[in-house]
């Protein structure tokens, strides 16, 4: 049987409530350097998965059961506390997706910046350059800077040369929930593409239409574990009888209504 490209072995991650607060002279004496311990919380723990190449996942549960803390790990950029994360293939992040984008730089310097930082070569850039610009409709802002974009226009780039990667494996999450319904679709399509290439998928999404578009296996995370692991029908049916519509969430499962990005970024031009 082939090597799994993802595997998740008995992994937990731990937080701490509440912040930092001074402490006066005496706490230092008498409780040292770690003062008051402060509450653990640990959104999770003992999750083990297996995912191999071509596979299409997507992740369901509650808002705070460490659905995008699971993606990050993945990702590379969050060390569990237990257990073991290990990737076998390079990884294209659809995640907190205009991370290194710079404001000050023009979406022409953007582009040159993140592919670079992606690992593309010069010539690579230089070949996907005019498909990016297009995808990302930048039309006469490619020499504006970064920090005058709106919300959507900021994702629209990024996605576009994330996608550009090539990467194997590739991690979504909510990206398709931001961006006018327009782009979107675009969006949707571009993935059809790569999976129809046998790039392995890791969706984190709130959308039952996009879970069943893009995914055939879901993973539910409740309870801090790893509840479901089966066909994406099933678990997501499993979540919506757990739930019941008590906290409004699992309205999002019905229909593939997506809500629009936060429109209170400043500098906004577009």
Known sequence: MAEPIISVEDVG?????GR???RSAKEMLTKGKTGTPRAEFWPF???SFDIYEGESIGVIGR???GKST???MLAGTL???EGKVTVRAGVAPLIAITGGFVGDLTARENIHLVAGLHGMTRKEIAEAFDEIVEFAELGDALDTPFKHFSSGMKVRLAFSVVVRLREPILLVDEVLAVGDRAFRRKCMKRIDG????GQTLFLVSHSEGS????CTRGLYLKDGGLAADGPIQEVIDMYKADTGGEDGEDEQYEDDTMATGDPGDTDEMF
């Open 20 to 22: 930092r607060r001074k």
């Open 211 to 214: 879970l069943m578009r893009f």
């Open 45 to 47: 723990r003992h999750v």
């Open 13 to 17: 991650i731990r937080f701490n409530r």
């Open 194 to 197: 790569l999976l129809g290439q």
């Open 70 to 72: 699971l993606l990050t």
């Open 79 to 81: 060390v569990p506390d």
């Open 63 to 65: 808002n705070g059961v």
